[in-house]
């Protein structure tokens, strides 16, 4: 039976790492921030509680000892809307796209401050506010949510596309760099590979049409006016 979610602005929020001492601290640092976590040291463990409870974020160990994190992510993002936050110790770029292609929201790297967790976690926490709605052709997407509408049909975007696609209609007419979209995702300090953007943008074109968003080329991205053409 699902648990009902909490209406006061905390967050359930799932850790899961074989290493006892990263998830004790993880856990610690939650609490302090008003949160409620949950710790798990397998994947079948993490699972069964994503599966009675409502979960509304998870911290999700790539290395686990009975499966690999990349498979709890797909599943997640198969069947839920809960963002996750990867642990790895793996830097490559590749890795790191790898894991965005898998749905992942965001990344950490170990070894890492607890604190940069909870700053991340805070970056992805459920919007309470009431819905507002961005219209841009056949797409329709509330603000407070990481799904949209296309054509009737209710479609996924991890956090970091969500992000994205909302800066691209708010400003149709506007070129975004890779660097502006990355400066939006995590802000102006990031050391993360703008070259991280192609992937988003590939998988918002994947989940809501090839021709939605336009490739200004040595510019960077912006939306297809043409598709108003199509609004209702």
């Given at each position: 039976m699902k648990l009902e979610k909490q209406v006061n602005g905390t967050m359930n929020v799932l850790i899961v790492d074989d290493e006892e001492k990263i998830t004790e601290i993880l856990a610690l640092y939650f609490k302090k921030n008003g949160d409620t976590p949950y710790i798990s040291h397998t994947g079948e463990k993490a699972i069964q509680i994503i599966e009675e409870t409502s979960i509304d974020l998870i911290i999700?160990?790539?290395?686990?000892?009975?499966?690999?994190?990349?498979?709890?992510c797909e599943y997640v993002k198969r069947y839920?809307?809960?963002?996750?936050?990867m642990l790895t110790a793996k830097i490559?770029?590749?890795d790191k796209l790898k894991g965005?292609?898998?749905?992942?929201?965001d990344y950490v790297v170990k070894p890492f401050h607890p604190?940069?967790?909870?700053?991340?976690?805070?970056?992805?926490?459920?919007?309470?506010?009431?819905k507002e709605i961005l219209q841009f052709g056949d797409i329709k997407i509330y603000t407070n949510e990481n799904n949209i509408c296309l054509k009737g049909k209710t479609i996924h975007l991890t956090q970091h596309e969500f992000i994205?696609?909302?800066?691209?209609?708010?400003n149709p007419r506007q070129v975004f760099s890779r660097e502006d979209l990355i400066n939006k995702i995590e802000g102006i300090d990031s050391e993360t590979n703008p070259r991280v953007i192609d992937q988003h943008i590939k998988n918002i074109r994947k989940k809501v049409g090839a021709?939605?968003?336009q490739t200004i080329f040595g510019l960077g991205?912006?939306?297809?006016?043409?598709?108003?053409?199509?609004e209702i």
């Open positions: 999700l160990d790539l290395m686990l000892p009975d499966m690999d994190g990349e498979d709890i839920y809307n809960i963002p996750i936050i490559a770029i590749d965005f292609r898998m749905g992942a929201d604190k940069e967790v909870v700053v991340r976690a805070e970056r992805l926490r459920p919007n309470q506010s009431q994205i696609i909302c800066l691209l209609i708010e021709d939605v968003i991205y912006k939306m297809n006016e043409k598709v108003m053409k199509n």
